[in-house]
T-cell receptor, first 119, second 116 residues
């Protein structure tokens, strides 16, 4: 199946710093990528939809100035958590849709996730 | 209102037996897709099976099958011949066609534990 990578897999940072998370589709092109957030023992909640070459669409309650999303190419989307605080500690996971509809037309392929801990 | 409901927070099954994980959904769309994902403790989301709303037959993928009952709006996952490695969180998800860019809406998940 299609492969999506995320980097870093785990990051610990001090409060007030910014953290950049990369999401790459390795063997397919993705015009649309999604960023989800998952708190411990909870479900995935959509944060934003990242579209190549245009502004991201944020879900209600997600601060766009805090969670900066850039989708510079068909294979890369980045999420930057700016001025991170302990409450931003979470599991961030991205997914990508295959532009060429490999496999199931609507299947989303997920990255392995990034665990962020803000001290 | 919840769009995806998984009523079983946790399930136990004996190794080699079959288990059914429940999922009901709520949508007014005629065209939609239903997914099941497995999330082991490592956190990765592993795609298991997909059912389109217009698919007449229940989807099957190896030991996984989806019991799709459209009128009841249910999409239960059946895992046959459970293995110890099946122990994980299982999420049911839906993609609606209207008002979305293809993102998935997830249920709260069911934690499956396979006993030896």
């Amino acid at each position: 199946g299609a492969v999506v990578s995320q980097h870093p897999s785990r990051v610990i940072c001090k409060s007030g710093t910014s953290v950049k998370i990369e999401c790459r589709s390795l063997d397919f092109q993705a015009t649309t990528m999604f960023w989800y957030r998952q708190f411990p023992k909870q479900s995935l909640m959509l944060m934003a939809t990242s579209n190549e070459g245009s502004k991201a669409t944020y879900e209600q309650g997600v601060e766009k100035d805090k969670f900066l999303i850039n989708h510079a190419s068909l294979t890369l989307s980045t999420l930057t958590v700016t001025s991170a605080h302990p409450e931003d500690s979470s599991f961030y996971i991205c997914s990508a849709r295959d532009l060429n509809n490999r496999g199931h037309e609507e299947t989303q392929y997920f990255g392995p996730g990034t665990r962020l801990l803000v001290l | 209102a919840q769009k995806i409901t998984q009523t079983q927070p946790g399930m136990f099954v004996q190794e080699k037996e079959a288990v059914t994980l429940d999922c009901t959904y709520d949508t007014s769309d005629q065209s939609y897709g239903l997914f099941w994902y497995k999330q082991p403790s490592s956190g990765e989301m592993i795609f298991l099976i997909y059912q389109g709303s217009y698919d007449e037959q229940n989807a099957t993928e190896g030991r996984y099958s989806l019991n799709f009952q459209k009128a009841r709006k249910s999409a239960n996952l059946v895992i046959s011949a459970s293995q110890l490695g099946d122990s994980a969180m299982y999420f049911c998800a839906m993609r609606e066609s209207r008002g979305s860019q293809g993102n998935l809406i997830f249920g709260k998940g069911t934690k499956l534990s396979v006993k030896p």
